[in-house]
């Protein structure tokens, strides 16, 4: 059950900062609210996570799945481009996930 908080907690924070984009420096009210709404869920969700997942995994993977998903969305659809150094990077924050699962940080 906390990989599945989990997961609602990285769609939250990648929807809020998805709708971040389009606030226009939090000028805009139905983008603002839809940011604010969706972090207060992201960790709501990730702190009821941690009470079966330890933190140093569920942090790692919100933070790294939540980022990778966001330059994917930022690839695909609001028209970021792709640099070899972006790739590595994303390719990087990855492995540093698999590395502390294989690790025992649970």
Same mark, same amino acid.
């Given at each position: *059950?906390?990989? #599945?908080? #989990? !997961?609602? $907690?990285?769609?939250?924070?990648?929807?809020?900062?998805? $709708? *971040? %984009?389009?606030?226009?420096?939090?000028?805009?009210?139905?983008?603002?609210? &839809?940011? +604010? @709404? +969706?972090?207060? @869920?992201?960790?709501? @969700? &990730?702190?009821?996570?941690? %009470?079966?997942?330890?933190?140093?995994?569920?942090? !790692?993977?919100?933070?790294?799945?939540?980022? !990778?998903?966001i330059? $994917?969305?930022?690839?695909?659809?609001?028209?970021?481009? *792709?640099?070899?150094? %972006? $790739? !590595?990077?994303?390719? =990087?924050?990855? =492995?540093?996930v698999?590395? #502390?699962? @294989?690790?025992?940080?649970?």
């Open positions: *059950m906390g990989y #599945l908080l #989990l !997961a609602g $907690a990285i769609a939250a924070e990648v929807g809020a900062t998805t $709708a *971040m %984009k389009y606030t226009e420096g939090f000028s805009r009210l139905v983008p603002s609210l &839809l940011t +604010g @709404l +969706g972090y207060v @869920l992201s960790f709501a @969700l &990730l702190a009821q996570t941690l %009470k079966t997942v330890s933190v140093g995994t569920a942090y !790692a993977i919100w933070a790294g799945v939540g980022t !990778a998903a330059a $994917a969305i930022g690839m695909f659809f609001l028209g970021e481009g *792709m640099t070899v150094t %972006k $790739a !590595a990077g994303i390719a =990087l924050i990855i =492995l540093g698999v590395v #502390l699962n @294989l690790g025992g940080a649970h």
